[in-house]
C-alpha cells in the first residue's frame, strides 16, 4: 500500500503559477508511474500528466506547454509546476501512483487532492 500527500494547491490569478508536491510512502515499487489528475467542479476526473520511472513525460493537450511533471526518486516525491494559469485550470488536483510488483500485480493509489483556484 502506498500513501500520498498532496500540497502546494491555493489561489491564484490568470497567468500565475503553483507549484504542487506529492510526497508518496510505504511499498513503492521499482516500476511504477506516478501522475496528475483534475476534477473540477460538476465534472468528471481528468488525467493531467504522468510520469514512468525511467521514460518520459506525458501532457494532457489542455496543459502542454504550461504544466511540467517531474520526480525525485531519493525522496519518492513528484511535482507539477503550473505555469499561465487559467480559470479553467480551477479543479481539485490528485496524485497518482500505479505500480506493477515482481510478480506483475498491479497498485493504484490516490492522494486526498488539493484544490486550486484560478481567478480572472
Known amino acids: 500500500q502506498v500513501q500520498l500527500v498532496e500540497s502546494g494547491g491555493g489561489l491564484v490569478q490568470a497567468g500565475g503559477s503553483l507549484r504542487l508536491s506529492c510526497a508518496a510512502s510505504?511499498?513503492?515499487?521499482?516500476?511504477?508511474?506516478m501522475g496528475w489528475y483534475r476534477q473540477a467542479p460538476g465534472k468528471q476526473r481528468e488525467w493531467v500528466a504522468s510520469?514512468?520511472?525511467?521514460?518520459?513525460?506525458n501532457y494532457a493537450d489542455s496543459v502542454k506547454g504550461r504544466f511540467t511533471i517531474s520526480r525525485d526518486n531519493a525522496k519518492n516525491t513528484v511535482y507539477l509546476q503550473m505555469n499561465s494559469l487559467k480559470p479553467e485550470d480551477t479543479a481539485v488536483y490528485y496524485c497518482n501512483y500505479h505500480g506493477v510488483d515482481p510478480r506483475g500485480r498491479e497498485f493504484n493509489s490516490w492522494g486526498q487532492g488539493t484544490r486550486v483556484t484560478v481567478t480572472s
Open positions: 510505504g511499498t513503492i515499487f521499482k516500476f511504477n508511474t
Open positions: 510520469i514512468p520511472s525511467g521514460a518520459s513525460t
